[in-house]
Protein backbone atom coordinates (compact mmCIF):
# COMPACT_ATOMS: atom_id res chain seq x y z
CA UNK A 1 0.00 0.00 0.00
CA UNK A 2 1.39 3.60 -0.94
CA UNK A 3 2.55 5.52 2.04
CA UNK A 4 0.14 8.69 1.71
CA UNK A 5 2.33 12.20 1.08
CA UNK A 6 0.76 15.19 3.13
CA UNK A 7 1.50 18.60 1.97
CA UNK A 8 3.59 20.68 4.06
CA UNK A 9 2.25 22.03 7.60
CA UNK A 10 0.45 25.68 7.41
CA UNK A 11 -0.04 24.70 3.80
CA UNK A 12 -3.54 23.45 1.50
CA UNK A 13 -4.61 22.51 -2.42
CA UNK A 14 -7.23 24.11 -4.02
CA UNK A 15 -9.74 22.26 -6.13
CA UNK A 16 -13.66 21.85 -6.25
CA UNK A 17 -15.70 24.39 -4.76
CA UNK A 18 -13.01 25.40 -2.28
CA UNK A 19 -11.19 27.60 -5.31
CA UNK A 20 -14.72 28.18 -6.76
CA UNK A 21 -15.22 30.50 -3.37
CA UNK A 22 -11.71 32.05 -3.21
CA UNK A 23 -12.32 32.85 -6.81
CA UNK A 24 -15.86 34.61 -6.31
CA UNK A 25 -14.34 36.27 -3.03
CA UNK A 26 -11.01 37.73 -5.25
CA UNK A 27 -13.52 38.63 -8.08
CA UNK A 28 -15.85 40.12 -5.87
CA UNK A 29 -12.96 42.45 -4.23
CA UNK A 30 -11.40 43.58 -7.01
CA UNK A 31 -14.71 44.50 -8.80
CA UNK A 32 -15.15 47.13 -5.67
CA UNK A 33 -11.64 48.09 -6.04
CA UNK A 34 -11.90 48.81 -9.41
CA UNK A 35 -15.22 51.26 -9.09
CA UNK A 36 -12.94 53.25 -6.92
CA UNK A 37 -10.09 53.98 -9.22
CA UNK A 38 -7.81 51.35 -7.92
CA UNK A 39 -5.16 49.56 -10.36
CA UNK A 40 -3.54 46.01 -10.11
CA UNK A 41 -0.15 46.10 -9.73
CA UNK A 42 1.78 42.43 -9.94
CA UNK A 43 5.42 42.18 -8.53
CA UNK A 44 8.20 39.20 -8.47
CA UNK A 45 7.57 36.90 -5.39
CA UNK A 46 10.95 37.04 -5.24
CA UNK A 47 12.92 40.76 -3.62
CA UNK A 48 16.39 41.55 -2.81
CA UNK A 49 17.11 42.03 1.07
CA UNK A 50 18.83 44.73 0.55
CA UNK A 51 15.23 46.55 0.58
CA UNK A 52 14.01 45.86 4.52
CA UNK A 53 17.24 47.97 5.44
CA UNK A 54 16.12 50.53 3.54
CA UNK A 55 12.68 51.24 5.23
CA UNK A 56 12.19 52.11 8.56
CA UNK A 57 10.65 48.57 9.73
CA UNK A 58 11.56 46.30 12.66
CA UNK A 59 11.19 42.65 10.75
CA UNK A 60 12.07 39.72 12.78
CA UNK A 61 13.85 37.41 10.24
CA UNK A 62 12.60 34.36 11.19
CA UNK A 63 9.44 35.94 9.87
CA UNK A 64 10.70 35.24 5.98
CA UNK A 65 12.16 32.91 3.58
CA UNK A 66 15.83 33.76 3.12
CA UNK A 67 17.57 32.63 -0.38
CA UNK A 68 21.09 34.07 -0.52
CA UNK A 69 20.69 37.68 -0.17
CA UNK A 70 17.09 37.32 -1.61
CA UNK A 71 13.55 37.04 0.30
CA UNK A 72 9.93 35.11 -0.71
CA UNK A 73 7.93 38.07 -0.39
CA UNK A 74 5.74 37.49 3.33
CA UNK A 75 3.46 40.31 2.84
CA UNK A 76 2.68 43.12 -0.09
CA UNK A 77 3.98 46.27 1.89
CA UNK A 78 8.04 45.77 1.19
CA UNK A 79 6.75 45.19 -2.68
CA UNK A 80 4.68 48.56 -2.73
CA UNK A 81 7.53 50.12 -1.49
CA UNK A 82 9.68 48.80 -3.52
CA UNK A 83 7.53 49.08 -6.47
CA UNK A 84 7.01 53.14 -6.05
CA UNK A 85 11.07 53.40 -5.62
CA UNK A 86 11.38 51.48 -8.71
CA UNK A 87 8.48 53.40 -10.92
CA UNK A 88 8.09 56.48 -9.42
CA UNK A 89 8.32 58.49 -12.82
CA UNK A 90 5.88 56.46 -14.44
CA UNK A 91 3.71 56.59 -11.51
CA UNK A 92 0.68 59.28 -11.40
CA UNK A 93 -0.19 60.21 -7.92
CA UNK A 94 -2.30 59.69 -5.71
CA UNK A 95 -1.51 56.44 -6.43
CA UNK A 96 -4.40 53.97 -6.04
CA UNK A 97 -3.35 50.58 -5.89
CA UNK A 98 -4.27 46.76 -5.46
CA UNK A 99 -2.72 43.75 -5.55
CA UNK A 100 -3.66 39.84 -4.83
CA UNK A 101 -0.61 37.40 -4.75
CA UNK A 102 0.67 34.49 -2.80
CA UNK A 103 3.24 35.17 0.11
CA UNK A 104 4.86 33.28 2.57
CA UNK A 105 5.55 33.19 6.19
CA UNK A 106 8.89 31.41 7.35
CA UNK A 107 7.62 31.08 10.94
CA UNK A 108 5.99 27.98 12.53
CA UNK A 109 2.41 28.30 11.60
CA UNK A 110 0.21 28.29 14.59
CA UNK A 111 -2.94 27.45 14.66
CA UNK A 112 -5.62 28.77 11.78
CA UNK A 113 -2.57 30.37 10.26
CA UNK A 114 -0.87 29.74 6.95
CA UNK A 115 2.98 29.30 5.97
CA UNK A 116 1.46 29.75 2.03
CA UNK A 117 -1.52 32.00 1.48
CA UNK A 118 -3.27 34.73 -1.07
CA UNK A 119 -2.97 37.93 0.33
CA UNK A 120 -5.40 41.17 -1.26
CA UNK A 121 -3.85 44.45 -0.47
CA UNK A 122 -5.62 48.18 -1.00
CA UNK A 123 -3.26 50.96 -0.69
CA UNK A 124 -3.48 54.91 -1.23
CA UNK A 125 0.35 56.47 -2.12
CA UNK A 126 0.96 60.01 -2.22
CA UNK A 127 3.22 62.89 -1.13
CA UNK A 128 0.34 64.43 1.24
CA UNK A 129 -3.20 62.54 3.19
CA UNK A 130 -6.00 63.59 4.29
CA UNK A 131 -8.85 61.92 6.30
CA UNK A 132 -11.02 61.38 3.34
CA UNK A 133 -8.70 58.93 2.25
CA UNK A 134 -9.29 56.87 5.61
CA UNK A 135 -12.66 57.39 5.00
CA UNK A 136 -12.74 55.61 1.22
CA UNK A 137 -10.37 52.89 3.03
CA UNK A 138 -13.74 52.01 5.39
CA UNK A 139 -16.34 53.06 2.57
CA UNK A 140 -14.87 49.75 0.24
CA UNK A 141 -14.40 47.27 3.08
CA UNK A 142 -18.11 48.19 3.58
CA UNK A 143 -19.10 47.43 0.41
CA UNK A 144 -16.61 44.64 0.25
CA UNK A 145 -18.37 42.20 3.23
CA UNK A 146 -21.62 43.70 2.56
CA UNK A 147 -21.05 41.91 -0.88
CA UNK A 148 -19.83 39.19 0.84
CA UNK A 149 -22.65 38.75 3.04
CA UNK A 150 -20.40 38.70 6.20
CA UNK A 151 -20.60 40.85 8.99
CA UNK A 152 -17.28 42.11 10.99
CA UNK A 153 -16.02 44.74 13.15
CA UNK A 154 -13.63 47.12 11.89
CA UNK A 155 -11.88 48.15 14.99
CA UNK A 156 -9.89 51.29 14.64
CA UNK A 157 -7.38 53.37 16.92
CA UNK A 158 -4.58 55.99 16.71
CA UNK A 159 -1.09 55.45 18.06
CA UNK A 160 -1.10 58.94 19.14
CA UNK A 161 -3.93 57.65 21.88
CA UNK A 162 -1.76 54.77 23.23
CA UNK A 163 1.08 57.15 23.68
CA UNK A 164 -1.42 59.23 25.64
CA UNK A 165 -2.39 56.67 28.14
CA UNK A 166 1.16 55.80 28.93
CA UNK A 167 1.84 60.10 29.11
CA UNK A 168 -1.32 60.19 30.97
CA UNK A 169 -0.71 57.47 33.77
CA UNK A 170 3.22 58.20 34.15
CA UNK A 171 4.19 54.77 32.77
CA UNK A 172 8.33 54.59 32.71
CA UNK A 173 9.06 55.27 29.18
CA UNK A 174 11.16 52.37 29.35
CA UNK A 175 8.00 50.23 29.79
CA UNK A 176 6.05 51.46 26.83
CA UNK A 177 6.92 49.13 24.00
CA UNK A 178 6.04 46.51 27.26
CA UNK A 179 2.54 48.05 28.04
CA UNK A 180 1.12 48.56 24.50
CA UNK A 181 2.56 44.45 23.40
CA UNK A 182 0.72 43.14 26.57
CA UNK A 183 -2.75 45.18 26.30
CA UNK A 184 -2.87 43.85 22.68
CA UNK A 185 -2.86 40.16 24.37
CA UNK A 186 -6.45 41.66 25.95
CA UNK A 187 -8.68 39.42 23.64
CA UNK A 188 -6.57 36.53 23.30
CA UNK A 189 -5.35 35.94 26.86
CA UNK A 190 -8.12 38.30 29.01
CA UNK A 191 -7.97 41.00 30.95
CA UNK A 192 -6.48 38.77 34.32
CA UNK A 193 -4.17 37.83 32.92
CA UNK A 194 -3.08 40.75 31.08
CA UNK A 195 -3.41 42.24 34.33
CA UNK A 196 -0.91 39.47 35.86
CA UNK A 197 1.46 40.05 33.06
CA UNK A 198 1.40 44.00 33.05
CA UNK A 199 1.97 44.31 37.20
CA UNK A 200 5.58 42.55 36.76
CA UNK A 201 6.70 45.90 34.82
CA UNK A 202 4.08 48.24 35.93
CA UNK A 203 2.85 49.69 39.44
CA UNK A 204 -0.83 47.97 40.23
CA UNK A 205 -2.09 51.45 41.33
CA UNK A 206 -1.37 52.36 37.32
CA UNK A 207 -2.23 49.53 36.02
CA UNK A 208 -5.77 48.77 37.88
CA UNK A 209 -6.62 52.64 36.96
CA UNK A 210 -5.82 52.20 33.19
CA UNK A 211 -8.07 48.62 33.20
CA UNK A 212 -10.67 50.78 34.36
CA UNK A 213 -10.27 52.87 31.46
CA UNK A 214 -10.69 50.14 28.97
CA UNK A 215 -14.04 49.05 31.05
CA UNK A 216 -15.60 51.99 30.33
CA UNK A 217 -18.98 51.27 28.62
CA UNK A 218 -19.02 54.60 26.34
CA UNK A 219 -18.74 54.00 22.70
CA UNK A 220 -16.67 55.32 19.41
CA UNK A 221 -17.52 59.32 19.72
CA UNK A 222 -18.74 59.63 23.17
CA UNK A 223 -15.79 57.80 24.36
CA UNK A 224 -13.22 59.81 21.99
CA UNK A 225 -15.05 63.19 24.00
CA UNK A 226 -14.49 61.61 27.30
CA UNK A 227 -10.99 60.54 26.65
CA UNK A 228 -10.30 64.05 25.67
CA UNK A 229 -11.05 65.56 28.58
CA UNK A 230 -9.01 63.05 29.93
CA UNK A 231 -5.94 64.16 27.74
CA UNK A 232 -6.35 68.06 28.12
CA UNK A 233 -3.62 68.21 30.11
CA UNK A 234 -1.65 66.34 28.58
CA UNK A 235 1.88 67.98 26.64
CA UNK A 236 2.32 65.44 23.93
CA UNK A 237 0.40 62.84 23.37
CA UNK A 238 -3.63 62.09 22.94
CA UNK A 239 -5.20 65.22 21.63
CA UNK A 240 -4.20 64.94 17.76
CA UNK A 241 -5.39 61.14 17.62
CA UNK A 242 -8.48 61.61 18.76
CA UNK A 243 -9.51 64.89 16.99
CA UNK A 244 -8.83 62.37 13.57
CA UNK A 245 -10.80 59.85 15.16
CA UNK A 246 -13.50 62.39 15.96
CA UNK A 247 -13.52 63.59 12.17
CA UNK A 248 -13.68 60.25 11.10
CA UNK A 249 -16.49 58.79 12.83
CA UNK A 250 -19.00 61.94 12.48
CA UNK A 251 -17.97 60.98 8.24
CA UNK A 252 -19.12 57.15 8.89
CA UNK A 253 -22.36 58.90 10.82
CA UNK A 254 -23.31 61.07 7.73
CA UNK A 255 -21.70 58.73 4.96
CA UNK A 256 -24.38 56.08 6.31
CA UNK A 257 -22.11 53.25 6.74
CA UNK A 258 -24.15 50.81 8.78
CA UNK A 259 -22.92 47.49 7.73
CA UNK A 260 -19.78 46.44 8.94
CA UNK A 261 -19.53 47.54 12.24
CA UNK A 262 -16.89 50.13 13.17
CA UNK A 263 -15.54 50.63 16.78
CA UNK A 264 -12.89 52.47 18.36
CA UNK A 265 -11.14 49.92 20.31
CA UNK A 266 -9.34 51.81 23.08
CA UNK A 267 -6.56 48.67 23.81
CA UNK A 268 -6.24 48.19 19.93
CA UNK A 269 -2.65 48.40 19.98
CA UNK A 270 -0.82 46.25 17.12
CA UNK A 271 2.31 47.39 15.12
CA UNK A 272 2.74 50.89 16.79
CA UNK A 273 6.71 50.41 15.49
CA UNK A 274 5.08 50.30 12.02
CA UNK A 275 2.45 52.24 11.90
CA UNK A 276 2.25 56.14 12.31
CA UNK A 277 -0.71 57.51 13.92
CA UNK A 278 -4.35 55.14 12.66
CA UNK A 279 -4.45 51.72 12.17
CA UNK A 280 -7.07 49.06 11.57
CA UNK A 281 -7.95 45.24 12.75
CA UNK A 282 -10.71 43.33 10.99
CA UNK A 283 -12.16 40.89 12.61
CA UNK A 284 -15.17 37.77 12.49
CA UNK A 285 -16.55 36.69 15.82
CA UNK A 286 -18.26 33.26 14.67
CA UNK A 287 -19.27 30.37 17.29
CA UNK A 288 -17.61 32.62 20.29
CA UNK A 289 -14.24 32.45 18.53
CA UNK A 290 -12.76 35.67 16.97
CA UNK A 291 -10.85 36.00 14.30
CA UNK A 292 -8.77 38.25 12.24
CA UNK A 293 -9.38 38.45 8.65
CA UNK A 294 -6.91 41.71 8.08
CA UNK A 295 -5.64 44.89 9.12
CA UNK A 296 -4.01 48.01 8.02
CA UNK A 297 -3.25 51.88 8.90
CA UNK A 298 -1.35 54.99 8.00
CA UNK A 299 2.14 54.25 7.43
CA UNK A 300 3.99 57.45 6.71
CA UNK A 301 7.41 58.76 6.77
CA UNK A 302 8.68 54.94 5.64
CA UNK A 303 10.86 56.19 2.90
CA UNK A 304 11.64 59.57 0.84
CA UNK A 305 11.54 60.51 -3.29
CA UNK A 306 13.30 63.65 -4.18
CA UNK A 307 13.45 64.61 -0.33
CA UNK A 308 9.62 64.68 -0.14
CA UNK A 309 8.15 61.89 2.48
CA UNK A 310 5.86 59.27 0.72
CA UNK A 311 2.38 58.68 2.78
CA UNK A 312 0.68 55.07 2.72
CA UNK A 313 -2.65 53.80 3.58
CA UNK A 314 -4.31 50.58 3.00
CA UNK A 315 -5.38 47.65 4.45
CA UNK A 316 -4.39 43.45 3.86
CA UNK A 317 -7.22 40.60 3.60
CA UNK A 318 -6.52 37.49 4.25
CA UNK A 319 -8.07 35.16 1.94
CA UNK A 320 -7.82 32.01 3.04
CA UNK A 321 -8.99 33.87 6.46
CA UNK A 322 -12.29 35.30 4.68
CA UNK A 323 -12.91 31.96 2.93
CA UNK A 324 -12.85 30.05 6.20
CA UNK A 325 -15.32 32.35 7.93
CA UNK A 326 -17.46 32.62 5.08
CA UNK A 327 -18.26 29.50 4.39
CA UNK A 328 -19.85 28.75 8.05
CA UNK A 329 -22.20 31.49 7.16
CA UNK A 330 -23.40 31.42 3.17
CA UNK A 331 -22.70 32.46 -0.14
CA UNK A 332 -24.68 34.72 -1.65
CA UNK A 333 -25.20 35.66 -5.53
CA UNK A 334 -22.44 32.86 -6.82
CA UNK A 335 -23.40 31.25 -10.51
CA UNK A 336 -24.23 27.57 -8.84
CA UNK A 337 -26.68 26.48 -11.73
CA UNK A 338 -24.27 24.21 -12.87
CA UNK A 339 -25.86 21.84 -15.95
CA UNK A 340 -24.66 18.10 -17.30
CA UNK A 341 -25.83 16.84 -20.43
CA UNK A 342 -26.05 13.01 -20.61
CA UNK A 343 -23.96 11.76 -23.55
CA UNK A 344 -25.78 10.08 -26.07
CA UNK A 345 -23.34 9.62 -28.65
CA UNK A 346 -25.31 9.88 -31.65
CA UNK A 347 -26.51 12.98 -31.04
CA UNK A 348 -23.45 14.58 -29.86
CA UNK A 349 -23.81 17.47 -32.37
CA UNK A 350 -27.21 18.18 -31.17
CA UNK A 351 -26.13 17.91 -27.35
CA UNK A 352 -23.19 19.81 -28.32
CA UNK A 353 -24.99 23.26 -29.86
CA UNK A 354 -27.32 23.35 -26.52
CA UNK A 355 -24.14 22.96 -24.10
CA UNK A 356 -22.62 25.90 -26.47
CA UNK A 357 -25.93 27.75 -26.20
CA UNK A 358 -26.08 27.23 -22.24
CA UNK A 359 -22.38 28.64 -22.12
CA UNK A 360 -23.50 31.32 -24.02
CA UNK A 361 -25.87 32.07 -21.51
CA UNK A 362 -23.00 32.06 -18.59
CA UNK A 363 -24.24 28.82 -17.16
CA UNK A 364 -21.66 26.43 -16.25
CA UNK A 365 -22.23 23.22 -18.61
CA UNK A 366 -20.46 20.19 -19.11
CA UNK A 367 -20.69 17.17 -21.52
CA UNK A 368 -19.82 13.94 -19.87
CA UNK A 369 -17.15 12.87 -22.47
CA UNK A 370 -18.02 9.19 -22.61
CA UNK A 371 -20.42 6.86 -23.96
CA UNK A 372 -20.88 5.43 -20.88
CA UNK A 373 -24.11 3.96 -18.86
CA UNK A 374 -26.70 6.14 -17.77
CA UNK A 375 -26.18 5.23 -14.06
CA UNK A 376 -22.50 6.00 -14.24
CA UNK A 377 -23.03 9.18 -15.64
CA UNK A 378 -25.40 10.25 -13.10
CA UNK A 379 -23.71 8.95 -10.82
CA UNK A 380 -20.63 11.32 -11.90
CA UNK A 381 -23.37 14.00 -11.97
CA UNK A 382 -23.66 13.86 -8.46
CA UNK A 383 -20.32 13.81 -7.12
CA UNK A 384 -19.52 16.77 -9.03
CA UNK A 385 -22.72 18.31 -7.74
CA UNK A 386 -24.04 19.57 -10.62
CA UNK A 387 -27.65 21.47 -10.57
CA UNK A 388 -29.60 19.82 -12.98
CA UNK A 389 -28.78 17.02 -15.59
CA UNK A 390 -30.53 17.31 -19.20
CA UNK A 391 -31.43 13.96 -21.33
CA UNK A 392 -31.67 15.14 -25.11
CA UNK A 393 -32.39 11.22 -26.53
CA UNK A 394 -33.50 10.20 -29.84
CA UNK A 395 -36.75 10.04 -27.92
CA UNK A 396 -36.51 14.10 -26.78
CA UNK A 397 -35.35 15.15 -30.61
CA UNK A 398 -38.67 13.74 -32.14
CA UNK A 399 -40.55 15.03 -29.74
CA UNK A 400 -38.80 18.76 -29.87
CA UNK A 401 -38.47 18.60 -25.89
CA UNK A 402 -36.00 19.11 -23.16
CA UNK A 403 -36.10 16.22 -20.35
CA UNK A 404 -34.05 17.68 -17.28
CA UNK A 405 -33.45 16.24 -14.12
CA UNK A 406 -33.36 17.95 -10.57
CA UNK A 407 -30.15 16.51 -9.00
CA UNK A 408 -31.07 17.66 -5.39
CA UNK A 409 -35.29 16.68 -5.88
CA UNK A 410 -34.94 13.77 -7.79
CA UNK A 411 -37.80 15.32 -9.96
CA UNK A 412 -37.64 15.06 -13.92
CA UNK A 413 -39.00 18.05 -15.60
CA UNK A 414 -39.79 18.58 -19.27
CA UNK A 415 -39.29 21.82 -21.10
CA UNK A 416 -40.35 22.78 -25.03
CA UNK A 417 -36.93 24.23 -25.76
CA UNK A 418 -33.70 25.31 -24.13
CA UNK A 419 -34.93 29.24 -23.72
CA UNK A 420 -37.72 27.87 -21.48
CA UNK A 421 -35.28 25.96 -19.19
CA UNK A 422 -33.06 28.99 -19.07
CA UNK A 423 -36.18 31.11 -17.82
CA UNK A 424 -36.87 28.59 -15.41
CA UNK A 425 -33.67 28.40 -14.00
CA UNK A 426 -33.09 32.17 -13.66
CA UNK A 427 -36.10 32.38 -11.45
CA UNK A 428 -34.90 29.45 -9.08
CA UNK A 429 -33.05 31.39 -5.58
Request: hydrophobic fraction near 40%; include cysteine.
Amino acid sequence: MNKIIKNLKGTIDLFNNKIIYIDYIIKTIIKILKLYGYQKIETPSLENLEIINKIKRNINNKLYFNLNKKFLIFDLTIPLIRFILTNNNRIIYPFKRYQIQKVWRGEKPQKNRYREFYQLDYDIVNFKSTNIEELEIILICNKIFKKLNLPIYFLINHKDIIYGICEKYKINNKYWNYFINTIDKIEKLGINLVKNLLIKKININIVNKILKLFNIKKKNIKLLKYLKKKFKNNKNYGINGINKLLKIFNYIIKFKIKYIKVKFMIYLSRGLDYYSDIYFEIKSIYKNNILSLGGGGRYNNIIKINNKNIKFIGISLGIYRIYNIIKKYKFKNINNKKIMLINFNKNLIKINKYAEYLRKKKFITEIYLYNDKIKKQLKYCIKKKYNYLIFIGTKEIRKKIINVKNIYNNKNKIFNNIKEFINYIKKKK
